[in-house]
């Protein structure tokens, strides 16, 4: 209960208490949440630029995050349906109906500042840097630690503690 806790306290300071919110509507503040404890190498792309590719299951709940500050800079979300456009966001969330390209995904921003972020079971071990879950009614996530320093991005301390798993275990 005491990690539910934090886990609310840090990722959803900005939601009302007793409201109850989809499942992404959770989720997309997971995203808002895991930009906010990265940090990008300046090489990283321009902008704070959220990008979805695949079938794209936040609806509105991710829009409601535009032009909210990460890092200092304004965010904007963009649905993509290239491989290509990939390289050119800061975060790459990648839906669950987009399981069979995974590793062409996966490809093309290897060794770029891209945090991927991507809604299918066991995603940390295929490569991607955070892995969503649903355990319990929970929404979990996985990191995968050796993904997140090819990329050149460092996740927060606090980040790594709330997640079930950190691939490898540091």
């Known amino acids: 209960m005491r990690r539910l806790t934090l886990i609310l306290a840090l990722f959803f300071p ?8 989809s499942e992404y509507e959770l989720k997309a503040a997971f995203v808002y ?32 995050l535009e032009g909210k500050l990460v890092k200092g800079q304004s965010l904007t979300v963009h649905r993509i349906s290239t491989i290509a456009e990939a390289r050119t966001c800061r975060v790459l969330f990648i839906s669950a109906s987009e399981a069979n390209n995974l590793p062409r ?34 929404i979990t996530f996985e990191i995968n630690a050796s993904a997140a320093r090819n990329a050149n991005i ?8 709330l997640a079930r798993n950190v691939y490898p275990p540091p």
């Open 14 to 21: 900005f939601l009302a208490h007793g409201a109850a919110f």
């Open 33 to 64: 949440n895991f930009a906010s404890f990265t940090d990008w190498p300046p090489k990283a792309a321009p902008g704070m630029s959220v990008c979805v590719i695949g079938q794209d299951p936040f609806g509105r709940a991710l829009d409601a």
């Open 105 to 138: 995904l996966l490809a093309a921003v290897k060794d770029l500042p891209v945090l991927t972020v991507a809604d299918m079971e066991d995603a940390a071990h295929q490569g991607v840097i955070i892995g969503l879950a649903i355990d319990k009614q929970r």
């Open 154 to 161: 460092v996740l927060s301390s606090r980040l790594l503690s």
